[in-house]
């Protein structure tokens, strides 16, 4: 199954998603696991939320093989995270500049810690405790925040929150262009869907 890419603006990139039951719901986690990475893949990103393909779920992939030229060790970082939960950030607080596929054509610097710790199920649905650092741990902290209902533009600045209202406003009403395809929320509502104070809305950051 062909999954499109859920846009800024839609009510279920703002929820938070449920946990996963691997006793019962392993066979179709699987093949959601599949599909997501084949969705990934066709529309280039280096990660993927449930979130962003309309599933309202603890579920984000990781694939950071495109980075390979750059970073070779990187070459098979292909991987699932399931029930994911950051038990540690810390590091230096370092700016790296972002894009989403659920925010089509914007980039912003966002700053996050640079090294973190996470639990999670992984795609063979084992439990893993593993900690990060650099580009990944960049990759996991946005994506994690999905399946929070926080997009990456909830951690920019005032001042370029200001600066982008007016793009943001227009992308949730489908002006942008994107090379794979996309839903939008509903028009009348998609105002209230647009940013979000992250500090009222998660505490444990
Ligand atoms: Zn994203």
């Given at each position: ?6 846009v800024i603006?839609?009510e ?9 039951d ?7 986690i699987s093949?959601?696991?599949t599909?997501?990475?084949d ?6 990103g280096?990660?993927?939320a449930a ?8 579920l984000?992939?990781v ?22 939960v950051?038990t ?5 607080i370092i700016k ?10 914007l980039?912003e610097?966002?700053w ?7 639990k999670y199920?992984?795609?063979?649905f084992?439990?893993q405790?593993n900690t990060?650092s ?5 990759i996991?902290?946005?994506e ?17 929150k ?6 943001i ?37």
């Open positions: 199954m062909k999954y499109p890419i859920y603006g839609h279920i990139l703002r929820k938070e998603g449920r946990n996963i691997i006793e019962t719901e392993k066979e179709e093949e959601l696991i599909d997501m990475f969705a990934m893949k066709e529309s280039e280096v990660g993927l979130q962003q393909i309309g599933k309202s779920l603890k984000f992939l694939d950071a093989s495109p980075l390979a030229d750059e970073l070779p060790e990187l070459a098979d970082f292909k991987h699932a995270f399931i029930n994911a950051i540690e950030r810390k590091g230096d790296m500049n972002e894009g989403c596929l659920s925010i089509p054509g980039r610097d966002v996050r810690h640079d090294e973190i710790t996470i199920i992984d795609e063979n084992q439990e405790e990060f650099g580009y990944v741990a960049r996991i902290q946005h994690y925040d999905h399946t929070y209902g926080i997009l990456f533009t909830d951690r920019i600045s005032k001042v370029r200001a600066l982008i209202q007016n793009k406003k227009a992308m949730a009403l489908g002006k942008f262009k994107a090379s794979y395809k996309t839903v939008l929320g509903n028009k009348k509502t998609s105002a209230q869907y647009l940013f979000r104070n992250v500090k009222d809305y998660i505490s444990s950051m």
